[in-house]
Nanobody, 127 residues
Framework: QVQLVESGGGLVQPGGSLRLSCTTS????????MAWFRQAPGKNREFVAT????????ASVASVRDRFTISRSDAQNTVFLQMNSLKPDDMAVYYC????????????????????WGQGTQVTVSS
């Protein structure tokens, strides 16, 4: 069982930056395909970004592609989501998700493809 723990959320002004982190509790992210999703009040959970288990492949939703960067450090056992130029529309609970046992070419934007989830971290963008 993979237990994920997110951190780094908070309150930031429009145009500001935050870096979210996701690590495992009692395990390792090594070999896991990792992803970030978000869910705003009254909206469905939305794909944000994903990274293959080697870190060699990434994908992100168009609305964040030039502002957010997903990365991973297996040495630190952590996946990061660097978020720059934040907008009010980015305000949501951000969830880390993981999938194991896939080829390095496997990436998915569908939440149902990820069996492991964290509890989420709130990102608030407001002046």
């Amino acid at each position: 069982q993979v237990q994920l723990v997110e951190s780094g959320g908070g309150l930031v002004q429009p145009g500001g930056s935050l870096r979210l982190s996701c690590t495992t509790s009692g395990g390792t992210i090594s070999g896991l395909t990792m992803a970030w999703f978000r869910q705003a009040p009254g909206k469905n959970r939305e794909f944000v970004a994903t990274i293959s288990w080697s870190g060699g492949q990434t994908a992100s939703v168009a609305s964040v592609r030039d502002r957010f960067t997903i990365s991973r450090s297996d040495a630190q056992n952590t996946v990061f989501l660097q978020m720059n130029s934040l907008k009010p529309d980015d305000m949501a609970v951000y969830y880390c998700a993981a999938q194991s046992g896939k080829l390095d070419t496997w990436l998915s934007i569908r939440s149902r493809d990820y069996p492991y989830w964290g509890q989420g971290t709130q990102v608030t963008v407001s002046s």
